[in-house]
């Protein structure tokens, strides 16, 4: 053998080769071992990992919050009973609404967002076995995204498969039976094309229903086909294929300007669909959701909230995407009975996008921006468009509740009914930062919320008044879901965020606005907070909490926005009043009360009352599917409660990050990987027999990392996973705070030398406690 060196011939003689390969087995044994050091999401067994967690259900109820939900963003279905005799299959498309209302319109005035711009539900199939049901089962995997299982009757048996796919608009559903259930029946039901409102309300005066559904067959192909006033069609399509024993549907749904494009584009889905080799659209299917996982991983002690917080990972996944509409408060799963068809602007929008940007899922947000954005003209409109303020083009605002364009009028006149919210606008614009910020998005921090932040805080320009002391005050405004009051702390909370913001922003980024000294009038001469030497704070000026309030706007400025925070000591007393104050009085409090208070427990490092609150939650009102209700469903406490779960573990504000701040003490071990803090750092880190054992940071734009840490600082290593030392500062020895600088791409990590380094992985749990949502006995589910 001979090998070619500088073009001479070498003899290659057996200690040469055998030295060579030593070489390379070093070389390739090191970049393994370098490589191992660094923690990936790609290290968990995602398939083992989710698989206990799959929803199960060994009966299936007539219930749609315990159903079997599916979605790709855009389409959803729900399976569940709908009587002895029957399945139903709910079907919905997430941006079909009644879409005739307008600003300009007189009717759309007296009619209102919410009939007028109403999401509509579409209908369901059922499912008819041709025997009495014996027997059921069913397994909704999180890891595939697919919904299987089998109905025993007297007359045969059905086993059946049904997801929707990942990209493409199609519900799939397959089956294969035997028996006389090979007949099993198959039927379309539509449902009324009107705001589901009106069974709750009423049908308003001066609606117009729109046309009768025309269901009809086209060869192959079945067709119901909805005409709307507004001028679009949608079209609920479905094509059969069977071979023997085997049977599989295929449906759409289409949504057009007109109802030929509608059929024609049903039609050519369904075509396109079926034409596939259904290997080949299963595993696309599947390869998205594999692909989707492993942005970030966290497992908890908690099994039941394990399996919450990764079943909320894959509903948010099944109701919105990137390239899709903004998330309102049903989804994909529609319902004609609901009275919450649309967006609402006043918690729900910002509870439901307060959680993507820890669990590093920042294209989830993207909706909520894009809306935003596209419809600054709107949010202007809801300002200028009230007599008196047609003047005020430099503002901005937003109402209670609408449509995906974002028109809802803001109306000073509605202040004594409580629907004068001038602070919504404000609230969403503050995920806006933290998407910002925690993502490296600098020039859309510059170009694009800056000047929206600007417009929210210039409407409160345009209202404020001053008194003689120099003091700036607020009119009467609304605290949602409590009562009006001047000064209301819901206000005074987000406009003072707002203005330190836009401040911090001009100043960092030497943008020289020339509003600058205004804003800082306006927050240095802003009003206190309204409080009582009691019950700490207030809803505003002479208006005290004296009746129970499931809504917590008048706590912002101590959660989400920290400008009121535990560490600042001399604010202790106050915090504890407030929240005291607010839990104390039950009779009103929701799912989202838990969820807010545990998140307010857990910044305070109270760690078990946090998860007192959380598991009140999960045992209260969560249904078995996890979905949640409220007379019908809204879907945001649930996703809220993924950021309190999370601020046990991470928490990253006023210019620090903190690693464990609040873990339960009953809680030994923990661990997360890619969590996403401020500075857009990734965090991974592991607990052993309650301490903290690693931490890793990856940089993406550099920077000073700022950390706070149980770790024993004098034992601590700060090094690069090869084990070179990284210089850092030891802050505060007695809090473990610590700061390193960082480029763009190092990868930091933190170990005690008194304890061995444990990379993050999942908590094992016991066999008895997994898959604890859907229905079956061994959980305890409901019947």
Same mark, same amino acid.
Request: with cysteine.
């Given at each position: 053998?001979?090998?070619?060196?500088?073009?001479?011939?070498?003899?290659?003689? @057996?200690?040469?080769?055998?030295?060579?390969?030593?070489?390379?087995?070093?070389?390739?044994?090191?970049?393994?071992? &370098?490589?191992?050091?660094?923690?990936?999401?790609?290290?968990?067994? #995602?398939?083992?990992?989710?698989?206990?967690?799959?929803?199960?259900?060994?009966?299936?109820?007539?219930?749609?919050? /315990?159903?079997?939900?599916?979605?790709?963003?855009?389409?959803?279905?729900?399976?569940?009973?709908?009587? /002895?005799?029957?399945?139903?299959?709910?079907?919905?498309?997430?941006?079909?609404?009644?879409? *005739?209302?307008?600003?300009?319109?007189?009717?759309?005035?007296?009619?209102?967002?919410?009939?007028?711009?109403?999401?509509?539900?579409?209908?369901?199939?059922?499912?008819?076995?041709?025997?009495?049901?014996? @027997?059921?089962?069913?397994?909704?995997?999180?890891?595939?995204?697919?919904?299987?299982?089998?109905?025993?009757?007297?007359?045969? *048996?059905?086993?059946?498969?049904?997801?929707?796919?990942?990209?493409?608009?199609?519900?799939?559903?397959?089956?294969?039976?035997?028996?006389?259930?090979?007949?099993?029946?198959?039927?379309?039901?539509?449902?009324?094309?009107?705001?589901?409102?009106?069974?709750?309300?009423?049908?308003?005066?001066?609606?117009?229903?729109?046309?009768?559904?025309?269901?009809?067959?086209?060869?192959?192909?079945?067709?119901?086909?909805?005409?709307?006033?507004?001028?679009?069609?949608?079209?609920?399509?479905?094509?059969?294929?069977?071979?023997?024993?085997?049977?599989?549907?295929?449906?759409?749904?289409?949504?057009?300007?007109?109802?030929?494009?509608?059929?024609?584009?049903?039609?050519?889905?369904?075509?396109?669909?079926?034409?596939?080799?259904?290997?080949?659209?299963?595993?696309?299917?599947?390869?998205?959701?594999?692909?989707?996982?492993?942005?970030?991983?966290?497992?908890?002690?908690?099994?039941?909230?394990?399996?919450?917080?990764?079943?909320?990972?894959?509903?948010?996944?099944?109701?919105?995407?990137?390239?899709?509409?903004?998330?309102?408060?049903?989804?994909? #799963?529609?319902?004609?009975?609901?009275?919450?068809?649309?967006?609402?602007?006043?918690?729900?929008?910002?509870?439901?996008?307060?959680?993507?940007?820890? &669990?590093?899922?920042?294209? %989830?947000?993207?909706?909520?921006?894009?809306?935003?954005?596209?419809?600054?003209?709107?949010?202007?409109?809801?300002?200028?468009?009230?007599?008196?303020?047609?003047?005020?083009?430099?503002?901005?605002?937003?109402?209670?509740?609408?449509?995906?364009?974002?028109?809802?009028?803001?109306?000073?006149?509605?202040?004594?009914?409580?629907?004068?919210?001038?602070?919504?606008?404000? #609230?969403?614009?503050?995920?806006?930062?933290?998407?910002?910020?925690?993502?490296?998005?600098?020039?859309?921090?510059?170009? *694009?919320?800056?000047?929206?932040?600007?417009? /929210?805080?210039?409407?409160?320009?345009?209202?404020?008044?001053?008194?003689?002391?120099?003091?700036?005050?607020?009119?009467?405004?609304?605290?949602?879901?409590?009562?009006?009051?001047e000064d209301c702390n819901y206000d005074l909370s987000v406009l003072r965020w707002g203005l330190n913001t836009l401040i911090d922003i001009n100043t960092q980024y030497f943008l020289n606005d020339p509003q600058q000294k205004q804003w800082e009038d306006?927050?240095?001469?802003?009003?206190?907070?309204?409080?009582?030497?009691?019950?700490?704070? @207030?809803?505003?000026?002479?208006?005290?909490l004296d009746g129970s309030h499931r809504h917590y706007s008048h706590l912002l400025m101590i959660y989400p926005l920290y400008l009121i925070n535990w560490e600042q000591a001399e604010n202790r007393e106050i915090i504890t009043k407030s929240v005291n104050r607010w839990q104390s009085l039950t009779g009103? %409090?929701?799912?989202?009360?838990?969820?807010?208070?545990?998140?307010?427990?857990?910044?305070?490092?109270?760690?078990?009352?946090?998860?007192?609150?959380?598991?009140?939650?999960?045992?209260?009102?969560?249904?078995?599917?996890?979905?949640?209700?409220?007379?019908?469903?809204?879907?945001?406490?649930?996703?809220?409660?993924?950021?309190?779960?999370?601020?046990?573990?991470?928490?990253?504000?006023?210019?620090?990050?903190?690693?464990?701040?609040?873990?339960?003490?009953?809680?030994?071990?923990?661990?997360?990987?890619?969590?996403?803090?401020?500075?857009?750092?990734?965090?991974?880190? @592991?607990?052993?027999?309650?301490?903290?054992?690693?931490?890793?940071?990856?940089?993406?734009?550099?920077? *000073?990392?700022?950390?706070?840490?149980?770790?024993?600082?004098?034992?601590?290593?700060?090094?690069?996973?090869?084990?070179?030392?990284?210089?850092?500062?030891?802050?505060?020895?007695?809090?473990?705070?610590?700061?390193?600088?960082?480029?763009?791409?190092?990868?930091?990590?933190?170990?005690?030398?008194?304890?061995?380094?444990?990379?993050?992985?999942?908590?094992?749990?016991?066999?008895?406690?997994?898959?604890?949502?859907?229905?079956?006995?061994?959980?305890?589910?409901?019947?």
């Open positions: 053998m001979k090998l070619l060196t500088n073009k001479k011939i070498v003899p290659a003689g @057996s200690g040469t080769i055998r030295f060579a390969l030593s070489v390379l087995c070093m070389i390739c044994l090191f970049s393994a071992v &370098a490589q191992k050091r660094i923690v990936s999401t790609h290290d968990i067994d #995602w398939q083992h990992f989710l698989h206990k967690h799959d929803l199960c259900w060994d009966k299936i109820t007539d219930d749609y919050y /315990a159903g079997a939900i599916i979605g790709n963003g855009l389409l959803g279905a729900n399976l569940y009973k709908s009587d /002895a005799a029957a399945y139903r299959f709910d079907v919905g498309r997430t941006d079909i609404t009644e879409g *005739r209302g307008s600003l300009e319109s007189e009717h759309y005035q007296q009619v209102g967002v919410l009939f007028d711009e109403a999401r509509l539900p579409i209908g369901y199939f059922l499912m008819r076995p041709q025997g009495t049901v014996e @027997s059921e089962k069913m397994r909704l995997s999180l890891y595939d995204a697919i919904n299987s299982g089998s109905i025993q009757t007297d007359k045969g *048996r059905i086993d059946f498969k049904t997801y929707v796919h990942a990209t493409k608009n199609y519900i799939l559903f397959e089956s294969e039976a035997g028996g006389e259930e090979i007949a099993y029946g198959w039927e379309w039901n539509p449902l009324t094309a009107i705001s589901p409102r009106t069974k709750i309300h009423g049908v308003p005066t001066g609606y117009t229903a729109n046309p009768e559904v025309k269901n009809r067959k086209d060869g192959d192909y079945n067709l119901s086909i909805q005409n709307l006033l507004s001028g679009k069609t949608y079209v609920t399509a479905w094509k059969e294929v069977k071979n023997g024993n085997k049977r599989r549907i295929a449906i759409t749904l289409s949504y057009e300007n007109s109802e030929e494009k509608a059929v024609n584009v049903a039609k050519q889905t369904l075509d396109n669909c079926l034409s596939t080799n259904e290997k080949t659209l299963e595993d696309t299917h599947k390869s998205w959701w594999h692909n989707y996982y492993p942005a970030s991983f966290i497992t908890f002690a908690d099994s039941r909230l394990e399996s919450f917080f990764w079943i909320q990972q894959y509903k948010f996944a099944s109701a919105s995407r990137k390239d899709k509409k903004v998330l309102d408060l049903q989804g994909p #799963w529609a319902r004609d009975n609901t009275p919450w068809p649309a967006v609402w602007f006043n918690l729900n929008i910002q509870l439901t996008y307060s959680w993507q940007n820890t &669990a590093n899922r920042p294209e %989830l947000m993207e909706p909520l921006w894009k809306a935003l954005n596209d419809n600054v003209s709107n949010l202007i409109r809801n300002v200028t468009d009230n007599p008196g303020q047609e003047t005020w083009n430099d503002a901005a605002g937003l109402g209670r509740s609408g449509s995906y364009d974002f028109k809802r009028l803001l109306d000073p006149s509605l202040a004594d009914i409580n629907q004068y919210e001038t602070g919504n606008l404000t #609230w969403i614009l503050f995920y806006y930062w933290q998407y910002c910020v925690y993502n490296n998005r600098t020039n859309e921090l510059k170009e *694009r919320f800056f000047p929206l932040l600007k417009r /929210a805080i210039a409407y409160y320009a345009h209202i404020r008044t001053k008194d003689a002391d120099g003091k700036y005050h607020l009119p009467k405004t609304a605290s949602p879901e409590y009562k009006a009051a306006f927050r240095d001469n802003l009003v206190d907070y309204p409080q009582t030497a009691d019950h700490g704070f @207030s809803i505003g000026k002479n208006v005290t009103a %409090l929701q799912g989202y009360s838990f969820t807010g208070s545990s998140a307010m427990y857990a910044s305070m490092g109270e760690g078990n009352r946090a998860l007192t609150q959380l598991e009140a939650l999960l045992r209260r009102y969560i249904q078995p599917n996890t979905l949640y209700k409220e007379s019908g469903p809204v879907i945001e406490t649930p996703f809220a409660a993924l950021a309190s779960a999370m601020d046990l573990y991470i928490q990253s504000w006023g210019g620090k990050i903190r690693v464990f701040p609040a873990v339960p003490t009953a809680w030994t071990d923990a661990a997360f990987i890619r969590l996403r803090t401020e500075g857009s750092f990734l965090l991974s880190a @592991s607990r052993k027999q309650s301490k903290t054992v690693f931490i890793q940071v990856e940089s993406e734009a550099g920077g *000073r990392c700022r950390l706070q840490t149980d770790m024993a600082l004098n034992t601590v290593k700060v090094q690069t996973p090869e084990g070179k030392n990284i210089p850092y500062k030891v802050m505060d020895k007695q809090l473990g705070l610590i700061e390193f600088d960082t480029h763009p791409g190092d990868i930091v990590q933190l170990s005690d030398t008194k304890f061995a380094k444990t990379l993050p992985s999942p908590i094992e749990h016991p066999e008895n406690e997994a898959n604890p949502y859907g229905v079956n006995r061994r959980t305890g589910g409901k019947y």
